[in-house]
């Protein structure tokens, strides 16, 4: 398998990952209020609050810090995939949600 379909393959499964989370707490990815608030919450979101997270055993804060690493790890892979001189781009749901982490 070539570098170009491992990037999309790990694309498509963190997109999938992203869109079964966001369901679990009945986001809609299609509000952009929301996705503006959950974006705003993953860019002030740290190690503390994911070891409290899980340590207090706080449901939605752990789908919230899954979630968050799921959106880094994303940032990561199609960084990659750029860094090779390659274009992968992430479906409906990183988008509608990845846009308001660029703000």
Known sequence: MSQIEDHRAETSLIERELMRKMLALGLDWHDDVTMNKLAAECKAFGPEQAQAAFAQGDGEAKVKAEIFALASL?????????ND??????????????????D
């Open 74 to 82: 994303m940032m990561k892979t199609m960084g990659s995939a750029a």
């Open 85 to 102: 001189d390659r274009e992968v781009h992430g479906g409906e749901v990183w988008k509608a949600f990845g846009k308001h982490l660029y």
